[in-house]
């Protein structure tokens, strides 16, 4: 893909913290618009600059922007500095950042308040674009707001401002590892710092080819998945991003883009959801989608959407998930209509595999793998992907209501799964274990990026020899098997799936320790500045290395320690729940601590810990020591109710 640049958004916009409550995209617009806004005039200086202040030797200039035509210009030289003030029309909590490059040190990016410095940054050396943020900052009504730019040792230049609200949630890491807090602060201040602003007016259909977009609407509550270069999310990222969001307090955005994709999957577009929606969460992406029968699409993506709808109403216990008719006729078409409609090029017996085209992207492909997906009709990441579907639709269907319902996804995902292992993956393990057959019915085996990783990750391989030896083969591959930083992120989640607490770790610290890199695509920025990057990190760090599995509608929580090796303890506290907020600690892989944060509810806990241990406590009191396998892995547990405001300790000993 070639170097692209960004047009500005023309309107920078915040709501108060309530707009954060709105679920629908139309309501939030309309809401936001009728309410005072924060906002940046010419965040991108395509009006030359409008609103700014410029000093000697800087201006808007042309020739090297991030975005559009025009940026802000800074000449080497100490002095020289560009600046905006703007007045705070309402309370409220802000994040600020702008894509800044330089040519020298010292150049600085400072928020000041009412004339005090609340932060600056002192740029780097680096000519190309990244993005640097400046984050909860706080302000009260009629506050005065400077945003500035100066000079360093050479040029500076600044381009395309953006304004967020800081996160609902902040909850905070710290551990005996240094690294481990120090990478869960970057990731979730960057993963806010995507956010967008209700009620903002902004480009849609903005992409490398039509840098202008193709006219402007009002932006609903949502966020960044994918291309900083275009006017949009993603479907693959934004699912993949949907836990780190939430532990944010990002629901209504994701409430919103699941809806979204939702009303999209029609059937005048064969229930597959659209690849692509403008920031709006109306309009399709232009680039993406051209007509009902040539857009992007890929059947991982309608079955991880389903996935992670569950995923969602789990972590919340918001009941839109399972009442909302929309996102209800999704889930129900997804895993029925959608696969019957997709299943004609191999037989599979009793059960049904939804199936691509083998014609490309925008005829639709069977992986996400999108440089092997061409010929390919059935793919480990689609099949795989559909296993959790069916899971997800039977946790759904209980918080409708619906237990017989349930009964039929429990079973439609047990068949679906002894068919992969006794069929469809043939007789093969390591690199030998199918992950992939052609239109011809051809097998296909070796290393298939994400139709091989998703395969573990999703568990649909039976745990024993061979789910081992695939973990094996996948780990031997090294950073070879997964060159692009994009499909690197999801081997932390394979890994942690599987109880690979050190090899998870590794490549979150790998990941973590390339952020600086530039992206392969240019026009991206570095590696840290894709948002898949941050907000995974923060979902990997509490759902992985923490072990949080959160059952909110049945006011559940279950941890599980997956330290890695040398890490004596981590804590994650003010972790969002359901209505509440929790506090773990582990120490080790035998002690575990909970605070119940909540003024009210109460969470009945399962605390695990891996193995057959002799004896447990719950606050120094011995209890009865009970176990159970968990795929395939036997865990001593114990589930005491820890009520609003108090603490609970759970140690295990041999």
Do not use: C
Request: hydrophobic share 35%; net charge negative.
């Amino acid at each position: 893909m070639k170097p692209s640049r960004l047009t500005l958004l023309t309107a920078v916009a915040l709501l108060a913290p309530m707009a954060h409550a709105l679920s629908a995209a139309a309501d939030a617009g309309t809401a936001s618009a009728a309410r005072p806004q924060l906002a940046i005039q010419d965040p991108g200086f395509e009006n030359g600059g409008a609103g700014w202040t410029f000093g000697p030797g800087t201006g808007a200039g042309t020739g090297n922007s991030h975005g559009g035509a025009r940026f802000l210009y800074l000449d080497a030289g100490a002095g020289k500095s560009a600046e905006q003030t703007i007045v705070a029309p309402r309370d409220g909590s802000y994040d600020f950042s702008a894509w800044i490059g330089s040519a020298g040190r010292g150049g600085t990016y400072t928020v000041r308040r009412n004339g005090e410095t609340v932060q600056t940054i002192t740029l780097p050396e680096r000519r190309a674009y990244a993005r640097y943020t400046i984050s909860r900052v706080e302000l009260k009504a009629g506050d005065r707001l400077q945003i500035a730019f100066g000079s360093g040792s050479a040029w500076v230049n600044a381009d395309d401002l953006m304004i967020s609200p800081a996160a609902p949630a902040d909850p905070e890491v710290t551990s005996s590892d240094p690294e481990a807090a120090e990478m869960f602060d970057w990731a979730k201040r960057k993963a806010n710092s995507w956010v967008q602003l209700p009620g903002t007016t902004g480009p849609v259909n903005v992409d490398e080819n039509q840098t202008g977009g193709t006219g402007t609407a009002s932006y609903a509550p949502t966020y960044w998945a994918g291309y900083a270069n275009r006017s949009a999310y993603y479907s693959r990222d934004m699912t993949h991003q949907l836990a780190g969001a939430h532990i944010l307090g990002l629901d209504a955005e994701n409430e919103t883009m699941l809806r979204s994709y939702a009303q999209s999957a029609t059937a005048e577009n064969r229930y597959f959801p659209v690849w692509s929606l403008n920031f709006d969460a109306r309009t399709y992406l232009s680039i993406d989608y051209k007509s009902p029968d040539n857009f992007v699409r890929e059947v991982p993506a309608v079955f991880e959407l389903v996935e992670k709808a569950a995923q969602a109403y789990l972590w919340t216990g918001d009941r839109r998930y399972v009442d909302d008719p929309a996102l209800w006729d999704f889930y129900r078409h997804a895993t029925e209509e959608f696969i019957d409609l997709h299943d004609s090029a191999r037989p599979n017996g009793k059960v049904k595999v939804a199936e691509g085209t083998g014609n490309g992207i925008f005829e639709g492909a069977a992986s996400y793998n999108e440089q092997d997906g061409d010929g390919l009709a059935e793919a480990g990441d689609g099949i795989a992907s559909q296993y959790q579907a069916y899971l997800a639709m039977a946790t759904l269907a209980r918080g409708k209501g619906d237990t017989a319902l349930a009964r039929t996804f429990d079973r439609r995902a047990a068949d679906l799964k002894t068919y992969f292992n006794d069929d469809w993956s043939g007789g093969g393990s390591g690199a030998g274990m199918v992950r992939a057959y052609t239109l011809s019915g051809a097998p296909v085996t070796g290393w298939g990026k994400e139709n091989s990783v998703f395969m573990p990750m999703k568990q649909i391989i039976d745990p024993g020899p061979r789910n081992d030896a695939y973990l094996d083969y996948i780990e031997e591959l090294g950073p070879e098997g997964s060159p692009n930083i994009e499909s690197t992120t999801y081997l932390p989640d394979m890994f942690f799936k599987n109880n690979r607490n050190d090899t998870a770790w590794t490549w979150m610290k790998k990941i973590y320790g390339e952020r600086e890199l530039q992206h392969v695509n240019s026009g991206q920025g570095p590696n840290g500045d894709y948002p898949e990057v941050s907000f995974t990190l923060v979902s990997q760090t509490v759902q992985g290395l923490m072990g949080i599995t959160p059952d909110a509608p049945n006011h559940k929580v279950t941890t599980q320690s997956r330290l890695p090796s040398g890490m004596k303890w981590l804590q994650a506290a003010d972790v969002p729940v359901g209505t509440g907020r929790i506090t773990v600690r582990h120490d080790g892989a035998t002690k575990t601590t909970l605070t119940n944060n909540s003024r009210k509810s109460a969470y009945r806990w399962e605390a695990r810990f891996p193995g057959v241990h002799k004896k447990i406590t719950v606050n120094g009191v011995p209890q009865r020591v009970r176990s159970k396998p968990v795929d395939g892995v036997t865990y001593t547990y114990v589930t005491p109710t820890v009520r609003a405001g108090t603490t609970a300790v759970v140690q295990v000993t041999d």
